[in-house]
């Protein structure tokens, strides 16, 4: 497809290149003092593994252009690149969040990315007068920031991954699994709003968030699977494989689902829902069971009872969403669903 005049190029380079594909753009023609002919004077956006992202990186930038000849980008114009892009993959509170650790960095916005060094990332977390919990959070997104920098070319270093000015306090939470006569519990309440979303949690080790979203089109009964997962690359879009104990809970929301007109598995009648609603329900459950759960706990519950069930350890890896270190593991060996399924039958309450 050939693209608009004056939109740019995108043509692959030569040789045995990690990122072959280059993405330009003419910013103004000169003329060749010895031939006298009009030559093009092009500026580098960028280069890319493949030719969908090179052209993605093109149309971005013709969308909302920045000075690729200086990189004199700041802070700020970096993050809302970024957040632009990442806000569409994340939960409202997850947003909330980020936006946050952001507002609390107004020492950096308004610095250019090119100059900014470790001190600068260091004395902003010091002094943001927040918890430790928060500052985690600002480094984190200081993280994500440079990376997303780094693959557009707009710095040459992540100095974020050298800051260590983040100092934990205090202990970790401690996670609780719901018990055996919980469980049951929530089994015998199925009327009760949202004991099925717990249940679901704890069968198949989403996170509160994941299954908030969660899409009835997602489920596929035929393949006993539910795809879902967010927050990092080894638990975006995983295969989840439905365990028989949980198979009628997941048609019956199914079925709701269609009947509500609603794409979510777990509805609202504005649509999903968010965690602070997630959080209410949770606590009410709490209530009725007499208990003092954490939303996270059914996660743990997953992820404690996979591990005394003997599930294979690649394969809780995969269900859950963990990144896998073993690199002939990780890039040589292929779950199947029958796998994946064959496993989550060994899931047992003890």
């Not at 295969?239 to 709701?256: A, E, F, G, S, T």
Request: positive net charge; aromatic residues 10%.
């Amino acid at each position: 497809m050939r693209l608009p005049s004056g939109y740019g190029s995108v043509y692959k380079l030569s040789g045995n290149r990690r990122k072959p594909y280059r993405a330009s753009k003419t910013i103004e023609w000169q003329i060749d003092p010895v031939t006298q002919k009009a030559i093009q004077k092009r500026i580098t956006i960028g280069y890319y593994g493949t030719k969908k992202e090179a052209l993605q990186a093109l149309a971005n930038y013709n969308e909302n252009p920045y000075d690729l000849t200086s990189r004199q980008i700041t802070f700020a114009e970096v993050y809302e690149k970024w957040s632009a892009e990442y806000f569409e993959t994340i939960t409202p509170s997850a947003i909330r969040t980020i936006k946050s650790a952001y507002n609390h960095s107004s020492p950096l916005h308004n610095l250019n990315m090119r100059d900014i060094r470790v001190m600068h990332l260091e004395q902003t977390i010091a002094g943001a007068d927040v918890g430790s919990a928060t500052k985690s959070r600002m480094k984190s997104l200081y993280n994500m920031i440079y990376k997303y920098a780094l693959k557009h070319e707009i710095v040459d270093k992540n100095y974020a991954s050298l800051c260590n000015s983040v100092k934990q306090e205090g202990s970790k939470i401690e996670r609780i699994p719901f018990s055996k006569d919980e469980i049951a519990t929530l089994f015998n309440n199925l009327d009760f709003p949202f004991a099925d979303m717990v249940i679901v949690g704890i069968y198949t080790g989403f996170r509160p968030q994941e299954l908030a979203i969660l899409k009835a089109d997602d489920v596929d009964l035929e393949k006993m699977t539910i795809k879902g997962g967010l927050k990092t690359d080894a638990g975006k879009n995983r295969l989840v494989p439905i365990h028989p104990d949980i198979l009628q809970i997941i048609k019956d929301r199914v079925v709701q689902a269609h009947r509500m007109a609603s794409p979510y598995l777990f509805n609202e009648e504005a649509g999903h829902l968010t965690y602070d609603k997630y959080r209410g329900r949770f606590r009410k459950i709490c209530n009725m069971l007499g208990s003092s759960h954490r939303p996270h706990d059914t996660r743990h519950t997953f992820i404690t009872y996979a591990k005394s069930s003997d599930i294979n350890e690649y394969v809780l890896k995969l269900i859950v969403g963990h990144a896998i270190s073993d690199i002939t593991e990780k890039v040589y060996t292929h779950r199947t669903i029958e796998q994946l399924q064959s496993e989550i039958k060994k899931f047992h309450i003890t």
